[in-house]
């Protein structure tokens, strides 16, 4: 077997295998780091694409993955997704819309999964969001003085208990009024 001390490199030969390190860990890398993304569009009633839309991303087992604004058009992406199913929540971030999950589902257990693969974009994940309705009332103590910073929720009916089958109405003010 032969030994190689005290051989030296060229300089083109040291230049050749720093090169191909470089090259064999940013392949590395890409595909430790290849992910998907999902895209889409918000829009409302008569289609025209709502801006500012927050839009979240769960992974399947419920765990916030991150989250994206809609564009003036209404488009989003949300990218870096790990291969998976996902859930997505359209949040009216204070505009007149209702919460409303992907596929016109309103619970995080009734929302439709959307499959991410690696190296793709997963698109037309879209919504069509229509005004809410509007509720207000007070919330008094025994004596009818309003209570401030109660926070109040719409639900369904038979969704006692459930918090998952409930929007989101906001908190009362100081004199104990919600609503607007």
Known sequence: MKRFRGTKLSARSLIFVVCLMGLMAGSWEAAAQATGSISGRVTDESGAGIFNIKVVVYDASDAFM??????????????????????????????????????????????????????????????????????????????????????????????YYRYDDCAHSGYTNASGNYGS
Do not use: H, M
């Open 66 to 159: 991150g989250s994206v604004f809609t564009s003036a058009g209404g488009y989003y992406t949300a990218s870096g997704l790990e291969a998976g199913n996902y859930k997505i929540l359209f949040e009216p971030n204070g505009l007149n819309y209702p919460w409303e999950f992907y596929n016109n589902k309103i619970s995080f257990f009734q929302a439709d999964r959307i499959a991410v693969i690696e190296g793709y974009t997963t698109s037309n994940i879209d919504a069509q969001l229509i005004t809410a309705g509007q509720i207000s009332g007070r919330v008094t103590d025994e004596w009818g003085v309003g209570i401030p910073n109660i926070e109040v929720f719409a639900c369904g009916r038979g969704a």
